[in-house]
């Protein structure tokens, strides 16, 4: 936990009312998203027994499975999942819009929208990625064979599962973690995890605090577990009575069990609403491009016919893929930060980023000690807060991310300030003169951070024919029939 997070959590803790932790959204809220409420069977691995889903609060429908033990009545439930999920991610697969790459030379297309999926916490992540590796496989032909848009499900479910894994992707999101991204309790990053209770502390009912509405919370008749796991007192006396007999009361087990979703559903609007009510940060439409990219991709692979995602991944395709997490999780901090000056405040307690005042300005300085002459202004900052950074150092400004700064020299003139001289490069044009407001004029408030958003390039990897020994070797093919 950060020092900013543990004082927002103690204010929040004392004033009886969770703390804002961010300025702005970090991520994308869609107009029309499919919410996703799922229930699994206590004792059995990943056995659906109910969903609640729906693009609409007003309009939720609930699907069930009789007797989550049964095969047929669980790949039946999957078929009535894929029957309201495929055509809302296909009705995305319309219009498209072109997209110059290579610099203009070439053009590209993607999808104007994208689809948007919610549920209420990590473990509804979790049981989408474990009902779609059981379903992906499934044939269409023999004795077991299942609707084809079972399979087609798994698939989606699958790729929405692995989108969520992207730091920044607004593809699947779960609630719990979108509000504790914006927001901290005075509770528990655990009792966080209960979507009730979260809530409570931030939007509690009126002559309640934020204590008080998250300990009403937590009576499970109240507020029933949000899923996939359910309570076990509902376990044993409800819902183990009805599903008892082989034929258990379908209309009584409808009845108990839209009971024990309608909270958590009218739960997920609301903590909707809240974010959408946050401004969205200025960086958050370019990942929503991205997530637009993405979607376009997948559905361009199923149309030709592309194979189900693998079971596991091979080594190098592993650590690409580890490669590009990490990639991300860095990009996404940074665009965050660069938003929200709640963010970049974290950095500044350490070190890595300060604020100061523009006292000297030289913007036609030029260099002629290489081959031709450069561009290279200089500026004086000054500063009280602490500066960790050395002679040499690169630093950047939100508020000119193309620009680079060069640390030339870093003097503690007395015991409050202290003096950065800078040299700057890039984003002021082509030309010997710099182009007005690309160099910071004097008197100008700035902040300057190690962090910076320029492009990092892709890892190197072998060919999956070349795995090296340490990992396996080269993958074997193995014999037809087998």
């Known amino acids: 936990m950060s020092t900013l997070t543990a004082l927002a959590r103690a204010q929040a803790y004392a004033q009886?009312?969770?703390?804002?932790?961010?300025?702005?959204r970090h991520l994308h809220v869609h107009p029309r998203p499919l919410v996703i409420i799922p229930l699994a069977m206590a004792g059995e691995a990943n056995a659906p027994l109910a969903a609640m889903v729906?693009?609409?609060?007003?309009d939720p429908r609930l699907l069930i499975v009789a007797q989550?033990?049964?095969r047929d009545h669980r790949f039946a439930f999957a078929a009535e999942l894929a029957d309201v999920l495929v055509?809302?991610?296909d009705g995305f697969a319309g219009e498209a819009e072109p997209v110059a790459v290579d610099r203009g030379r070439d053009v590209r297309y993607r999808f104007t929208d994208a689809p948007q999926l919610w549920v209420p916490n990590t473990g509804g992540i979790d049981f989408l990625r474990l009902f779609g590796r059981s379903t992906r496989f499934r044939s269409v032909e023999g004795e077991y064979a299942v609707p084809p848009s079972v399979p087609l499900l798994g698939r989606w479910l699958t790729f929405f599962a692995n989108a969520a894994e992207l730091p920044?992707?607004?593809l699947l999101l779960n609630a719990v973690q979108a509000l504790g991204l914006h927001w901290a309790t005075g509770q528990s990053s655990a009792?966080?995890?209960?979507?009730?209770a979260l809530l409570g502390w931030i939007s509690p009912p009126p002559g309640l605090t934020g204590a008080e509405a998250a300990r009403s919370a937590e009576d499970p008749a109240v507020s029933p577990p949000a899923g996939p796991a359910t309570d076990p007192s509902f376990d044993n006396h409800v819902l183990a009575p009805l599903m008892s007999s082989a034929s258990p009361d379908v209309a009584a087990l409808t009845e108990v069990l839209r009971a024990q979703l309608l909270p958590t559903w009218d739960l997920m609007w609301r903590a909707l609403g809240l974010l959408r009510d946050l401004p969205a940060g200025s960086r958050v439409a370019?990942?929503?491009d991205g997530d637009r990219d993405t979607y376009s991709g997948f559905v361009q692979h199923l149309a030709d016919g592309g194979p189900p995602q693998p079971r596991r991944d091979g080594a190098v395709a592993a650590a690409a893929r580890l490669h590009r997490l990490e990639s991300a999780a860095t990009r996404y901090a940074v665009q965050r930060a660069f938003d929200d000056p709640l963010v970049m405040a974290e950095y500044r307690l350490t070190g890595a980023a300060f604020v100061g005042q523009v006292t000297l300005a030289k913007a036609d300085r030029i260099d002629d000690s290489g081959k031709r002459p450069v561009l290279r202004p200089r500026i004086m900052v000054v500063t009280s807060e602490p500066v960790r950074v050395e002679k040499g150092?690169?630093?950047?400004?939100p508020v000119r991310p193309g620009q680079k700064a060069l640390v030339v020299s870093v003097t503690v003139s007395d015991d409050t300030t202290t003096e950065v001289l800078l040299e700057l490069s890039g984003g002021m044009g082509r030309k010997l003169v710099a182009e007005p407001g690309s160099v910071p004029e004097v008197g100008e408030r700035l902040l300057l951070t190690t962090l910076s958003e320029a492009y990092r390039p892709g890892g190197s990897f072998p060919d999956p024919d070349q795995t090296p020994w340490t990992h396996g070797g080269p993958p074997v093919a193995e014999p037809r029939g087998t």
Not at 54 to 58: D, L, N, Q, R, S
Not at 191 to 196: I, K, P, S, W
């Open 286 to 288: 370019g990942r929503w």
């Open 68 to 70: 989550p033990r049964n």
């Open 168 to 170: 920044g992707s607004s």
């Open 191 to 196: 009792e966080d995890a209960q979507l009730a």
């Open 54 to 58: 729906g693009t609409a609060a007003e």
């Open 87 to 89: 055509p809302y991610v």
């Open 393 to 397: 150092a690169t630093l950047t400004s």
């Open 16 to 24: 009886g009312r969770a703390q804002r932790t961010a300025t702005v």
